[in-house]
């Protein structure tokens, strides 16, 4: 069972600040919010992750609601490089901790 | 970052024949897993392994399919025999400690005819 939510597609410019959604209206207190990428041909690559606070790194910054029921990945400045299917993944913090993936959302970048 | 490598990237066996795909982990990684990806489909888990022992494994994970990790080599996926609904993306991953994040190979794209 799909324990996320988020939008088939989405679409930016190159340069724009994108925003991507995820509804986790069931997250467990002991669960992880999970961002990873994954371009065609390629094994899925680590953006970032959270569990209350909101994060940042390099590549993005994660904004996690106060509820923690939904969360948002914010990619500054895309560009033609961060076109992808970027899936929200939860992650209980207790036993072997496997990822599940979704379908994720395909972001589509326009030069 | 970190890498992952996978050997062969593409391999194509006639239905019946073993196979073997051959994964070499980030080097100071101890936990080890394998996900299957049907073309246009999501990715699925299959198997985990730490200290030479599947921990947990999907129903994916055919009596078919068996992991090792001789001696800190390869991690390796062997397939006997191999069938039609075999023909997928296996992707490699490996992790520090199962609380951390994985980091996955480039796949191996394994044709059954």
Redesign the interface.
């Known amino acids: 069972d799909a324990k996320t939510t988020q939008p088939d597609s989405m679409e930016s410019t190159e340069g724009e600040t994108v925003h991507l959604p995820c509804s986790h209206a069931t997250i467990s207190g002991n669960e992880y919010i999970?961002w990873y990428r994954?371009v065609p041909?390629?094994?899925?690559?680590?953006v970032t992750?959270g569990l209350q606070q909101n994060t940042t790194n390099s590549m993005a910054f994660l904004a996690i609601a106060s509820d923690r029921k939904s969360s948002t990945l914010i990619l500054p400045h895309v560009s033609l490089r961060d076109a992808a299917v970027y899936h929200c993944i939860l992650r209980a913090?207790t036993?072997?901790?496997?990822?599940?993936?979704?379908?994720?959302t395909s972001l589509t970048v326009i030069p | 970052g970190p890498k992952v490598l996978q050997i062969p990237s593409h391999q194509i066996i006639d239905m019946g024949q073993m196979v073997t795909l051959n994964c070499d982990p980030v080097s100071n990684h101890l936990y080890f897993y394998w996900y299957k990806q049907i073309l246009g489909q999501q990715m699925e888990f299959l198997v985990n392994f730490y200290n030479g022992k599947v921990m947990e494994k999907s129903k994916l994970f055919k009596d078919q399919f068996s992991v090792e990790r001789p001696d800190g080599s390869y991690f390796t996926l062997k397939i006997q025999p191999t069938a039609l609904e075999d023909s997928a993306v296996y992707f490699c991953a490996s992790s520090w400690n199962w609380g951390y994040e994985q980091y996955f190979g480039p796949g191996t794209r394994l044709t059954v005819l």
């Open positions: 999970y994954q041909l390629q094994g899925p690559e680590y992750h913090n036993g072997y901790q496997n990822f599940y993936f979704g379908k994720g």
